[in-house]
């Protein structure tokens, strides 16, 4: 059974901080896109990043652009989002997301399977 688990969510000040890592079990996805999402209350899940299975494939929403960076250990079957000069409208839950296979990484039909979600809050 496959499984994504989130993990490094948290309440950060504004200008702060946080390291998501999302540890996947159940199959090999190092040949598998991976990526990022979030989702603020009453608002739709959009793209966070997303990373291709070569790692050199790399994409950011305009809005996180320059700040967060993600980055995968496919040793470890692991995925990481580093999120730097967070801003309280980055609050939201952010979820873990796996492809079966290389696909485009920013629309969620591109991904089969997902975590249960880390909340981050960013205080003003």
């Known amino acids: 059974q496959v499984q994504l688990v989130e993990s490094g969510g948290g309440l950060v000040q504004d200008g702060g901080s946080l390291r998501l890592t999302c540890a996947a079990s159940?199959?090999?996805?190092?040949?598998?896109?991976m990526g990022w999402f979030r989702q603020a209350p009453g608002k739709e899940r959009e793209f966070v990043a997303g990373?291709?299975?070569?790692?050199?494939?790399?994409g950011y929403s305009d809005s996180v652009k320059g700040r967060f960076t993600i980055s995968r250990d496919n040793a470890k079957n692991t995925v990481r989002l580093q999120l730097n000069s967070l801003k309280p409208e980055d609050t939201a839950v952010y979820y873990c997301a796996a492809a079966n296979g290389d696909t485009a990484y920013g629309f969620t039909s591109g991904y089969d399977y997902w975590g249960q979600g880390t909340q981050v809050t960013v205080s003003s």
């Open positions: 159940g199959r090999d996805f190092s040949s598998s896109t």
């Open positions: 990373i291709r299975w070569t790692g050199g494939n790399i």
